[in-house]
């Protein structure tokens, strides 16, 4: 969707600069009003004609979980006013990635059969950091299907040890 990175570009990088020191804490709202417009039916009412600005802004802020800084409501205001509700989630993507290129660290995420204490975590960050040259922000996604072990994701580079990966690679040598 070149499109939507094309339009979110600009936002994501005036948030970017206005943020300044706070950028962590921009990254928290900015991701929650990313994931309440990315839901179908907000975007079938903010694209209803019969519904004004105010009123999309209303339920989008009186969704959100906590109290919205200042700031976040200015730029819900800006991003509604332009009509760019659906490009919100786009724009809260190159956010992390201009956060991230600023901090040099990048997003990862490690699907997992099983949950993982914070023990195991730990270690497992520490090993993915080293393999990976660099500081990750990880996320755990649990996917049973793996039977075992993980498989993480960090950009376009993908390390599978899962037993599922091992198996089909098993299932690949038997049938050549």
């Known amino acids: 969707m070149a499109e939507l990175a094309t339009i979110a570009r600009p936002y994501a990088e005036a ?4 943020a300044g ?3 962590a804490g921009t990254a928290v709202w900015l991701d929650e009003l990313a994931a309440i417009a990315s839901n179908e039916q907000l975007q079938q009412y903010a694209g209803n004609p019969s519904v004004t600005a105010a009123q999309t802004f209303d339920v989008i802020s009186g969704v959100a979980k906590a109290q919205l800084p200042e700031a976040a409501k ?15 989630p786009e724009i809260a ?7 991230n290129a600023q901090s040099g660290s990048s997003d990862a995420t490690v699907y997992s059969a099983f949950a993982l204490d914070g ?6 960050a520490a090993t993915l950091e080293k393999r990976f040259g660099r500081k990750l922000n990880l996320k755990v996604e649990l996917e049973p299907e793996l ?15 899962s037993v599922k990966a091992r198996l089909e690679q098993m299932k690949a040598a038997l049938i050549s």
């Open 74 to 88: 200015n730029f819900l205001r800006a991003v509604i006013d332009n009509g760019r509700i659906s490009v919100l």
């Open 15 to 18: 948030l970017f600069k206005t």
């Open 147 to 161: 039977i075992g072990g993980v498989r993480v994701v960090v950009g376009d580079e993908v390390l599978d040890t």
């Open 21 to 23: 020191a706070d950028l």
């Open 119 to 124: 023990a195991a975590l730990a270690d497992l």
């Open 93 to 99: 993507s190159q956010f992390r990635a201009l956060k």
